[in-house]
């Protein structure tokens, strides 16, 4: 009897060892994930190259698996799968004008891809004397587009392939952002509240302008713009922890800007601008002016940014809540941070120009790495990580 006692005592001991040290083993491991974030925190980005051989890639999307999706401007679809590119995907619009800054542009993948499949895709529609941005919507079947339409197209049309924009942006309630540029030539269309040129439209997914868009109702405005004064919007980004909206857009000789998107407002193009014409002849005396939205920050002379993100994640947790802008011109990936309680923003950094390459485009993917776009004949997708 004294024996079953003593090995009951001795159980209960042991029982009473394991919990009270628990807690300790509890907080080494939480100790220890600490320093190990703490270290990577500190450790110096690392640069991969994921593919190659890419044409002019301008834009990408994650789709649910792990695939992610290559939009190239010269008129191609590629699906990055399991480590490497798969063939090219099939059922693209066929009315594509590829020329210069012009082509496909921007792909989006509806909030319900996973059970409806859908994807849109910006895209420049006709020819040299008479194009427009158009929105392309399509169901991704087995490694093809299928049921391909226009729902939406710019009016009215322009000559000249520059300044598309071509951006798109879904929002929380499933509507989306269209970003469209000024047509270069035609800048003072910025202004015009008749025409989509030099504007961020909102549409919903049939290409039709929500009923409470600010414009809504007035007969001197389109019902589709959401924001009117840009140049050419070519980066848009939600931060997914606050919900604000931030775009930037290029200036002309210098003036390259990020501004806070908000509705109806007017972000001043041509009427402001801190940058000057290509000629030296000035486009506006004013930077600023009653009415207009001014940008947290510019950049003369011109980095030429080209896509946008708001990193929110672990890998880089140091970084949450700043800015990544691909810089076609200065060959680099900009952080920026905001200061002066938000009311602007600083560059931090610029980041991998030692690859001498222009930047099209950047994500933060759904593992908190950051990829990348080169815009190149011999485009490449890199990502950027701590930890990988």
Not at 152 to 178: A, C, N, Q, W, Y
Not at 251 to 261: K, L, M, S, V, Y
């Amino acid at each position: 009897m004294r024996l079953v006692l003593a090995a009951v005592a001795a159980s209960i001991t042991a029982a009473a060892c394991e919990r009270a040290s628990a807690p300790q083993s509890d907080a080494a491991v939480a100790a220890a994930a600490q320093a190990s974030a703490s270290e990577a925190a500190g450790a110096a980005p690392k640069l991969e190259t994921l593919a190659s051989g890419l044409k002019f890639p301008w834009s990408m999307a994650f789709a649910p698996g792990g695939d992610i999706l290559i939009i190239e401007k010269a008129g191609g679809l590629r699906i990055f799968r399991n480590g490497a590119l798969a063939a090219a995907v099939e059922g693209l619009p066929t009315d594509v004008m590829v020329n210069s800054d012009s082509g496909l542009h921007d792909i989006a993948l509806d909030p319900d891809f996973e059970t409806n499949r859908r994807v849109f895709i910006a895209y420049a529609q006709g020819n040299e004397s008479a194009n427009r941005l158009a929105l392309w919507r399509a169901r991704l079947e087995n490694n093809a587009l299928v049921a391909g339409e226009v729902i939406f197209t710019v009016t009215p049309d322009k000559e000249g392939p520059s300044h598309p924009g071509g951006r798109i942006l879904f929002l929380p309630d499933k509507t989306m952002l269209l970003t469209v540029g000024d047509g270069y030539d035609y800048r003072n269309e910025a202004q015009n509240l008749r025409s989509h040129l030099g504007k961020i439209l909102r549409l919903d997914r049939n290409g039709r302008a929500p009923a409470d868009n600010p414009f809504v109702g007035r007969k001197d405005a389109l019902p589709e713009i959401w924001t009117y004064g840009h140049r050419n919007a070519q980066g848009l980004a939600i931060d997914a922890e606050t919900g604000i909206v931030w775009e930037h857009e290029h200036g002309p000789r210098g003036g390259d800007e990020i501004n806070r998107i908000t509705a109806g407002a007017n972000y001043g193009w041509p009427l402001t601008t801190n940058g000057i014409d290509y000629d030296g002849t000035l486009v506006s005396e004013r930077a600023h002016a009653e009415g207009v939205v001014s940008p947290l920050i510019v950049w003369a002379p011109s980095i030429a940014p080209s896509g946008l993100a708001v990193y929110r994640g672990a890998e880089f947790a140091d970084w949450n809540g700043h800015f990544l802008v691909g810089a076609l011109a200065a060959k680099s990936l900009v952080r920026a941070q905001r200061d002066n309680d938000g009311r602007s923003i600083d560059e931090t950094e610029r980041l991998i120009a030692d690859i001498d390459a222009r930047i099209r485009d950047v994500r933060v993917g759904p593992d908190g790495d950051i990829y990348i776009l080169t815009d190149e004949p011999d485009g490449r997708l890199l990502r950027l990580c701590r930890t990988c």
